[in-house]
């Protein structure tokens, strides 16, 4: 069974800061795609990057520039985040495509830019 487990959330000052990482286990399965998302308060889950298994990225505007997705050998998702803003403050969340087209979700993790 394919699992998500994310890490390196926490406090951080603005125009700080922080790298995601989403480790992603089991066995007998392709990745088509990483992605992460974020969902604050009062406002829906919205798509901050994503990488497909080819390389291609995409960002959303609001984070073009500040935020880096990236990915290792043993399927490990990262989110190099720099020069974070008070509106960055969400749960964030990992999530692959696998095989099966089956979208597998990360447990989130709180990030919260703040003074």
């Known amino acids: 069974q394919v699992q998500l487990v994310e890490s390196g959330g926490g406090l951080v000052q603005p125009g700080g800061s922080l790298r995601l990482s989403c480790a992603v286990t089991g066995s007998r399965f392709t990745i088509y795609s990483w992605a992460w998302y974020r969902q604050a308060p009062g406002r829906q889950r919205e798509l901050v990057a994503s990488i497909t298994a080819g390389g291609s990225v995409n960002y959303a505007d609001s984070v073009k520039g500040r935020f880096s997705i990236s990915r290792d050998l043993k399927n490990t998702v990262y989110l190099q985040m720099n020069n974070l803003k008070p509106e960055d403050t969400a749960v964030y969340y990992c999530?692959?495509?696998?095989?099966?087209?089956?979208?597998?979700w990360g447990q989130g993790t709180q990030v919260t830019v703040s003074s």
């Open positions: 999530k692959v495509v696998v095989n099966g087209y089956r979208d597998i």
